[in-house]
């Protein structure tokens, strides 16, 4: 569903990635812990096609329009109300109007933006366009969700809120690759867990029941930081 | 195409949606297009040169200036939270954006141009409403040579710095042959000379019209992709 292989690119003399593959089936999750600086951003933004790497492939069935990518940025319009927000969004990946008004309200609800739905987007707070950011992401009931530290910003019961949301599409076949620097963060929904550091997988292997220690304990000794 | 079309229309109504609720732009480009006719009517002298001499050129050049604070704004919008990167890994075609750009700034500059003229007529008294649906009809299409070029340009130089420097100067050069060929036949049209005096001027207009939206359709993807 997901496969990268051999992905390589570098900003002028720094490799942000270097050799990266992996391959990700329906309903399986990675959570990629790196440092800052690893090179995290730049794997979501090569999966998602805004970089073209500069050696190897990525791939991912259905394209472009299978993508649900939250980045660090909302790309959200500020003078947009949420719902104008979202419809706009929802209508770039071709959803009918029928589908885009009950998806958003689907979401709404969920994510706890019903009130703000007619609010700008600029009057919200950073949580609350974080909340609106993962609303557009998931507008198109995206196939490949993308993730890059999705929990930022947001407060204890919107990402609660956020983990159960995910392993439900993951639950239900979808894909997610999900980046932090935050082991507690990214544990509970992985499947796979990855470590980068300095643009390399130092390591890529299934969970297969480590608990959070073991994960940090494996974290730290592979890339020599504390991923707490 | 048509569902290209309606992609580009959705782009093309978020683009109208933002102006009309910040209106920053709009009332920059109404405001000027009125500062300008003002300055070019109380600094010439009526009796050294007759005004319908100097109208055309008055008039061109102010519908061409205005039009650049449309064009400046094309993708300035899109910088609001990187919204632009996520344009561009979406599903939608380069083509449908640029045509939807492409709309909104000619819906855009076409408003400017609609309170300009009849400001144009009230500060110089020029006599335009014989020749009026020709006057608008010449408009329109020097309007969409030089819009089409510009929504271009304007993806070009929005990654730059100083890019509300950069467009004017990058920009002008290519805008000499719509701008002569408006100029020449607004001239003739307000001066009432005959229609065969126009139709070379008017085939170059259409010429540029098809060949730059075409190039800057083309071109469009260049531009934009990183």
Known sequence: ?228 | MLERLKLAWVVARKDLLLEFRTRTAILSAVVFTALVLTVFNFGRDPTAVPTIDLAPSILWVTFTFAAMLALNRAFALELENHALEGLLVSPLSRTSLYWGKLIANLLFVTIVEAVGLPLFVLFFDVPVWHVLLPLVGVIALATVGFVAVGTLFSAMVIRTRFAELMLPVLLLPFLIPPLVGAVQVTARLLSGRPASEVVGWLRLLGAYDIVFVTLSTLLFPHTVDE
């Not at chain 1, 990268?4 to 900003?11: D, I, K, M, N």
């Not at chain 1, 993308?146 to 076949?173: Q, W, Y």
Request: proline share 3%; aromatic share 6%.
């Open chain 1, 1 to 228: 569903m997901l496969s990268a292989e051999g992905l390589t690119y570098a900003f002028g003399p720094v490799r942000a990635l270097d050799g990266i593959s992996f391959r990700l089936e329906a309903g399986h999750t990675l959570a990629v812990f790196g440092p800052n600086g690893a090179g995290k951003t730049t794997l979501l933004r090569v999966l998602a096609g805004q970089l073209r790497p500069q050696r190897g492939c990525a791939e991912v069935r259905g394209g472009r329009a299978a993508i649900g990518w939250i980045s660090h940025q909302s790309f959200l319009y500020g003078h947009l109300t949420v719902i104008e927000n979202l419809r706009f969004w929802a209508s770039l990946y071709g959803v009918k109007r029928e589908a885009r008004d009950r998806r958003a309200a689907e979401l709404l609800a969920r994510l706890g933006l019903v009130e703000r739905a007619d609010q700008p987007v600029a009057a919200l707070s950073r949580g609350l366009a974080q909340r609106a950011t993962i609303a557009r992401a998931l507008m198109h009931d995206p196939a490949v969700l993308l993730l890059d530290e999705p929990f930022t910003g947001l407060d204890l019961a919107a990402a609660a809120e956020l983990r159960r949301l995910l392993a439900e599409l993951v639950g239900a076949g979808r894909v997610a690759v999900i980046t932090t620097h935050n082991v507690d963060e990214g544990l509970e929904l992985a499947t796979d867990i990855a470590f980068q550091h300095r643009g390399r997988f130092v390591q890529l292997a299934p969970r297969a029941g480590r608990d959070r220690a073991q994960v940090a304990d494996a974290y730290r000794k592979a890339v020599g930081v504390s991923g707490a």
